[in-house]
T-cell receptor, first 115, second 107 residues
Framework: DAGVTQSPTHLIKTRGQHVTLRCSPISGHKSVSWYQQVLGQGPQFIFQYYEKEERGRGNFPDRFSARQFPNYSSELNVNALLLGDSALYLC??????????????FGPGTRLTVL | DAKTTQPTSMDCAEGRAANLPCNHS???????VYWYRQIHSQGPQYIIH???NNETNEMASLIITEDRKSSTLILPHATLRDTAVYYC????????FGQGTILTVHP
């Protein structure tokens, strides 16, 4: 079975530009979460979507937005890029069971470099 | 902010058990303990989770103290491929990663 896929793998942008990152969850998974991982740190939660509804949002500015489509794939958009947005962006999918826990499966990430 | 405290780094000899500790003294009653690991340049990989009882799966064992304020992840027979950053997370819902423990397995 295919795991979580993300595109593109690598991306180079300049300050002020915007970027769209894409994620396809594991088949049957209805929840997608986005994380930002700056070099040397653990992943930081950005958004979670479940059944196309935003279920959680981390401490990120409004320049970050996301959406989930009817097929459960998701996009993360970042506007007005800053140098500090350079990071590995991870997508994770899960099939929440409503018990307060779920096993999240992570994709390989998109490496964004802002120059 | 992460609600866990882990050692920055640990070493283990190949073939020996690796015991990774985690303190989570402020854990709430409904929060689970998760362990994930991240091998260089890859996405994190789920290892195991638990609420109150000790848990075991094909990858590892999780020992949670009776007061739930700390836990230990045990890799019973560490291999070189187990070299990674190991994250201990307490959560009900979204995952909050800390700095993790860099485990290095030596030949």
């Amino acid at each position: 079975d295919a795991g979580v896929t993300q595109s593109p793998t690598h991306l180079i942008k300049t300050r002020g530009q915007h970027v769209t990152l894409r994620c396809s969850p594991i088949s049957g998974h209805k929840s997608v979460s986005w994380y930002q991982q700056v070099l040397g740190q653990g992943p930081q939660f950005i958004f979670q979507y479940y059944e196309k509804e935003e279920r959680g949002r981390g401490n990120f500015p409004d320049r970050f937005s996301a959406r989930q489509f009817p097929n459960y794939s998701s996009e993360l958009n970042v506007n007005a890029l800053l140098l500090g947005d350079s990071a590995l962006y991870l997508c994770a999918s899960s099939f929440p069971l409503g018990q307060g826990w779920d096993e999240q499966f992570f994709g390989p990430g998109t490496r964004l470099t802002v120059l | 902010d992460a609600k866990t405290t882990q050692p920055t780094s640990m070493d283990c000899a190949e073939g020996r058990a690796a015991n990774l500790p985690c303190n989570h003294s402020t854990i709430s009653g409904n929060e689970y303990v998760y362990w994930y690991r991240q091998i260089h340049s890859q996405g994190p990989q789920y290892i195991i989770h638990g609420l109150k009882n000790n848990e075991t799966n094909e990858m590892a064992s999780l020992i949670i103290t009776e007061d739930r304020k700390s836990s230990t992840l045990i890799l019973p027979h560490a291999t070189l491929r187990d070299t990674a950053v190991y994250y201990c997370i307490v959560s009900y819902g979204k995952l909050t990663f800390g700095q993790g423990t860099i485990l290095t397995v030596h030949p």
